[in-house]
């Protein structure tokens, strides 16, 4: 049973790679983090860090508010869902949004776009 967890577990870190690999880069840079475990998931909390932003099973947040956890946690089962497509489909879509949300919508929240709506479902966020 444990080797079929763990083969579970390697499978789907490759499902991730490329937002895992990233993960991994942008944390080489990261320091003075706070680290947590739930699970395979990787909680890291850096006081200077403005919001939160997940790269497969990597979630780096500058606040510890339960809310914002959660909401990351769904952007980690978009990933475990979407796999290789996540960086394309969420990822990117989801960085543009939270640079030019403002300035393309100013009455818009920004957890109106759908890659921010839909992880706020499977986070189990009501807003």
Do not use: C
Request: cysteine-free; proline content about 3%.
């Amino acid at each position: 049973m444990k080797i079929m967890k763990t083969v579970a577990g390697i499978l789907l870190y490759i499902w991730q790679l490329p937002q895992n690999l990233v993960g991994l880069l942008f944390l080489l840079v990261l320091t003075g983090e706070t680290r947590h475990r739930l699970g395979s998931i990787r909680f890291y909390f850096l006081d200077s860090f403005p919001g939160g932003i997940t790269l497969g099973e990597y979630i780096i947040v500058g606040t510890r508010q339960q809310l914002t956890v959660r909401h990351e946690f769904g952007h980690v089962r978009q990933s475990r869902m979407l796999g290789w497509l996540y960086l394309i489909v969420i990822g990117l879509p989801s960085a543009l949004w939270a640079w030019l949300g403002e300035r393309i919508a100013p009455m818009k929240s920004y957890y109106w776009f759908y890659t921010e709506r839909w992880a706020d479902r499977l986070g189990g966020v009501e807003r």
